[in-house]
């Protein structure tokens, strides 16, 4: 402690050459109504001023025209495309999962990079088309995700992690005003992991490019971006043993395992190649332009020194164009002839090469109506809207070609005392392949007295057309003879309490659900003919000891009601026991402690690597002896952000001499790696 406190110092000198001009503790600010399906929004720049500064109106800010070059400070935040904000840069150290793909409630299948699935039950996110392959979506960037800046100097962020076994992340980031009311940004991210297995190395890439754009009267409005997803992963298929050959001390070097898929391999650290034999492919374009423009009453702020252009729009008209290509593929050119026969009914005795593909396109076009009922709350309006979206696909067994038309309804009203926060909006299919599909959902949030707070309590209907997977048409579709699906249908009711005075988040959900389809057997669709029901709990509380010590802990439970071929972990649960201060020193943030997740024994979902999907089974049921234990360190100084962390502590054992050898398992024939180390630095440059 001496010593850290005696270099400490030299350190800081070094590195926070810059600094941000914000409260480097300081949160996203908070979205009033944030819900957990998302009801579409205004997406306006802020042009009213209920709440807005003059920067957010894009006029009349001298620090925009007639900054000191040589001033470090900077102003910044952002929006999201159908949320209100604004939203200010997260800089907090407690939670290293807030800037990594895995999450504490969802598992993969023991790399990261590879298929991954959450443990908590949820509603479908999508309705109308839905390709149905998504054990890779949580490596992908998102329409809801992105971020659009309004910033009054350039910015720029590089997130560098690095793992054992050359696992790597590489993240930039760069925004800037090109003018006071036109702002573009560059995103991009590299996420490629060999593995500790055979065949099971991962080569991800995302990357964005947006700009918004404010006319300088106020009334016109662009928002824009391109997106690229390319996500690539090799499929072993697990390893062939799970009883005795972890307990072997022949195969102390986890790469000599012998998998299902893929053969003989030797291993490769060379993460600039993308050559694999046996896995998937799965990419995405996607480009987006939206134009809004507004009517409405003039009017001006006059200050000392500036006249400032003030808009009040009462009616807005919207049009949107997007476009989506995206292409899902499974390859094999090596294949294992024993594992297919085993597993797959559906595919021929003998074949060269194995390729099972479907790629699509779909051209969307909508046009809306917002109305403003009250002049001075923008955050009280009335949406209607209409779409056309023209859908080709291609598999390898046809091609295709549909349209759907959809009618889109929202109602926001923000009260002007921000007490009070109600949504109500729908989405309803009127003709086309997926008519009759529909999505309600309503949510009313009010705030606590003095800030303590909110209470939130909403409603979700949706019925929607099942997965085109469980299509004939698609080439992951292996069974002889189609079957007759009938519409899902989902009905959840929700209510969260956050206390923040007292750092306790409780949240309940109640899902009613019919026709719920699923696989078994690798290959097998079925869909269920009665009604269950799914009760969710989750309870966030934050203890503390003494001023600096302070316990997180994150409960969650689930339970099955009625039948269904469903598996649920009935609970699991996430620790943190850490010291969050700053050990004397004006300028470190640090927290450093202990991190344990528990899972109890469950049957968990098998993986069908030749369809991307957990499918059901109910004959194997996973007991890890320990949990899953984690020592970190995590500190910022000023813009520098940095972490360490040796994960999997667990897995320690004697055989034949120490060592870090004990797996516990995630899926069937997919066990976590042993001791892994992680080590990244996470940068914010002012230009």
Same mark, same amino acid.
């Given at each position: ?18 600094? %941000? ?36 109106? +894009? ?9 000191? &070059? ?36 969802? %598992?993969?299948?023991?790399?990261? +990079? ?80 060999? *593995? ?44 062939? @043993? ?5 307990? @072997? ?13 893929? *053969? ?9 190649? =993308?050559? $694999?034999?046996? *896995? ?27 006249? $400032? ?27 294992? !002839? ?20 479907? @790629? ?21 309006? %009335?949406?209607? +809207? ?12 046809? =091609? ?86 009938? &519409? ?24 009613? %659900?019919? =026709?719920?389809?699923?696989? $078994? ?25 003494? &001023? ?63 369809? #991307? ?26 813009? !520098? ?8 502590? =667990? ?8 060592? !870090? ?7 069937? *024939?997919?066990?976590?790696? #042993? ?5 990244? $630095? ?6």
């Amino acid at each position: 402690m001496l010593l850290l406190r005696k270099y400490l110092p030299l350190l800081v000198c070094f590195l926070a050459t810059r600094a %941000i001009a914000q409260d480097p503790r300081a949160q996203p600010l908070p979205s009033r109504g944030n819900m957990p399906v998302n009801l579409g929004g205004v997406g306006g720049m802020g042009n009213g001023r209920q709440g807005m500064s003059s920067m957010m109106r +894009g006029e009349g800010t001298d620090s925009l025209k007639r900054r000191d &070059k040589n001033e470090d400070s900077i102003t910044i935040f952002y929006r999201l495309l159908d949320r209100w904000g604004p939203y200010k840069l997260d800089s907090s150290v407690s939670d290293f999962t807030k800037r990594f793909p895995i999450k504490p409630t969802t %598992i993969h299948l023991g790399n990261l +990079g590879s298929a991954s699935r959450s443990l908590l039950f949820s509603a479908p996110a999508m309705v109308g088309f839905d390709p149905g392959l998504h054990a890779y979506d949580l490596y992908r960037w998102k329409e809801e995700d992105l971020r659009f800046f309004q910033t009054t100097r350039p910015y720029s962020e590089i997130n560098y992690q690095l793992g054992s076994r050359v696992e790597q992340l590489i993240s930039l980031l760069h925004t800037q005003n090109i003018k006071p009311n036109w702002n573009f940004l560059f995103q991009y991210r590299l996420v490629n992991s060999p *593995g500790i297995f055979q065949h099971q190395r991962t080569n991800h890439n995302n990357y964005l490019f947006s700009s918004r754009y404010q006319s300088k009267n106020l009334r016109y409005h662009i928002w824009t971006y391109m997106l690229g997803n390319r996500l690539q992963s090799e499929e072993n298929g697990g390893i062939i @043993d799970t009883t005795q050959i972890l307990d @072997d001390p022949i195969y102390s070097d986890r790469f000599n395992i012998p998998v299902w898929l893929g *053969g003989a391999s030797t291993f490769s650290a060379n993460f600039f190649s =993308n050559t $694999i034999s046996t *896995g998937i492919r799965y990419r995405q374009t996607q480009f987006l332009w939206r134009q809004q423009y507004d009517l409405g009453k003039k009017d001006s702020l006059v200050t000392d020194s500036t006249v $400032i252009p003030l808009f009040f729009p009462r009616l807005r008209l919207e049009h949107q164009l997007r476009y989506d290509r995206s292409a899902y593929h499974f390859f094999d050119k090596n294949p294992q !002839f024993d594992y297919y026969q085993q597993f797959y009914s559906g595919l021929p005795t003998r074949f060269d090469s194995l390729d099972l593909r479907d @790629d699509w396109k779909i051209l969307s076009n909508s046009f809306s109506l917002y109305q403003f009922p009250d002049a001075k709350n923008l955050q009280q309006f %009335i949406k209607l +809207g209409l779409e056309l979206q023209l859908v080709e696909g291609q598999t390898t067994k046809t =091609n295709l070609s549909f349209f759907n038309t959809v009618g889109q309804f929202l109602y926001r009203n923000l009260t002007r005392n921000k007490k009070w926060d109600l949504e109500v909006g729908a989405q309803l299919f009127l003709a086309g392949e997926h008519s009759g599909n529909y999505r309600l959902a309503v949510q009313l949030q009010r705030m606590l007295a003095q800030g303590k707070g909110s209470l939130q309590v909403g409603a979700l209907q949706l019925n929607r057309t099942p997965s085109f997977i469980f299509d004939a048409r698609s080439s992951f579709f292996l069974e002889s003879t189609a079957l007759a699906f009938k &519409k899902e249908n989902y009905t959840q009711f929700f209510s969260v309490i956050d206390w923040s005075a007292l750092g306790i988040t409780l949240r309940g959900d109640y899902f009613l %659900i019919n =026709n719920y389809s699923y696989l $078994i057997d690798y290959q097998k669709p079925q869909q269920t003919s009665a009604v269950f029901n799914v009760l969710q709990l989750q309870a966030l509380k934050t203890f503390r000891f003494a &001023k600096h010590f302070q316990w997180h802990a994150e409960f969650y439970f689930q339970q099955r009601i009625g039948s269904a071929s469903l598996n649920l972990m009935p609970f699991f649960t996430r620790h943190r026991l850490a010291y969050e201060g700053d050990l004397g020193f004006k300028n470190l943030r640090l927290a450093t402690g202990i991190e344990v997740r528990y899972r109890p024994p469950y049957k968990a979902d098998r993986y069908s690597p030749l369809l #991307g999907q957990f499918f059901f089974q109910d004959s194997v049921l996973l007991r890890n002896p320990l949990p899953d234990i984690a020592a970190y360190v995590n500190f910022r100084i000023r813009p !520098f952000t940095a972490f360490i962390r040796a994960e999997n502590l =667990n897995t320690a054992r004697n055989l034949q001499g120490f060592g !870090f050898s004990r797996n516990n398992l995630l899926a069937e *024939g997919y066990p976590l790696q #042993g001791l892994h180390l992680r080590a990244g $630095i996470f940068w914010q440059f002012v230009n």
